[in-house]
């Protein structure tokens, strides 16, 4: 659904055997092997490095962990994630798909050219947006919600990619008119809502998972 999820359990998994087996792995060595995995398996291409280091993270060139180029964007801690899913997109049919690589390159650099020079979460929304829809990743019931989103004031939108999840970034203030406008399209079971991850993964043990 473009949460990530792929990345977060190659990661997690990778994470989980390297204690288990007492491999003694670097954070980078451990990154690696699951971005590797995410390749092989087509269902990502860069979402492991940013997970690794956690926080809003900015992409600035690809790759594995260790050879790979991330900045931050500084963030407030009154800034919430609220999202809300249709259902998945295939990664791996999008990836596989390449009459779309060349509009992906073109727009995601684009997109990242702007960023990296207003580095900002309106920026970042913004871009995100411009991006999907050059690309024609946005199908018509999900660009609709997309619009009533932004009728409300000081809220901008996009959709995680891949799939039919839209979703928002915005103050605690906001967050009562983001969720009335997606209940009008989502069941409340449907729509999370989360604060950002600023430190990566953390290892926990057993006993504090109770």
Known sequence: CGYGASGAGALGLAIALNKALNLKLTANQIGRIAHKAEIISKTGLGTVGP????????????????????????????????????????TKEIISDYTLIPKINRYGRIALEKLILNPTIESFLENSRFFAESTGLISEDISSILKDLDKIECVKSSICMVGKTVFTIVKENLKEKVLNTLLSYYREKEILTTYINTSGPILMEKREWF
């Open 51 to 90: 997970q690794l280091l956690g926080g809003f993270v900015i992409t600035i060139k690809g790759g594995p962990p260790g050879d790979n180029l991330l900045d931050k964007i500084i963030i407030s801690k009154d800034l919430i994630v609220i999202s809300a899913t249709k259902g998945p997109i295939e």
